[in-house]
Nanobody
Framework: VQLVESGGGFAEPGGSLTLSCLAS????????RAWYRQVPGKQREMVAE???????HYADFAKGRFTASLDRPENTVYLHMNALTPEDTAIYSC??????????????WGQGTQVTVAS
């Protein structure tokens, strides 16, 4: 599975950005998707997760501001981010988990996209 994120960039505080993550390759085994972010020197943290039942779970900092969505036919997951603050500055990456042949087959990560929030 290959994952390619796009949509990162600069935003002013209070602004919005939408990230996209396109999956290709052996996508039939994907059963869960997630967005993570990481600030240099800090631990990577989950932002939003779409589980195998398409239920979406958000980190506390993302609730009410970020919305994850899935376009299954397009194999694309989105992260709509509103009310951005400088604390949201990070590299955002998408991850998928795969399961087929009756077993967990592993996780795949995109290369990440930089989001910078500054005035």
């Amino acid at each position: 599975v290959q994952l390619v994120e796009s949509g990162g960039g600069f935003a002013e505080p209070g602004g919005s950005l939408t990230l996209s993550c396109l999956a290709s390759g052996s996508t039939f085994g994907i059963y869960a998707r997630a967005w993570y972010r990481q600030v240099p020197g800090k631990q990577r943290e989950m932002v939003a997760e779409i589980d195998a039942g398409d239920q979406i779970h958000y980190a506390d900092f993302a609730k009410g501001r970020f919305t994850a969505s899935l376009d299954r036919p397009e194999n694309t997951v989105y992260l709509h981010m509103n009310a951005l603050t400088p604390e949201d500055t990070a590299i955002y990456s998408c991850k998928v988990d795969t399961y087929y042949a009756g077993a967990y087959q592993g996780e795949y990560w995109g290369q990440g996209t930089q989001v910078t929030v500054a005035s």
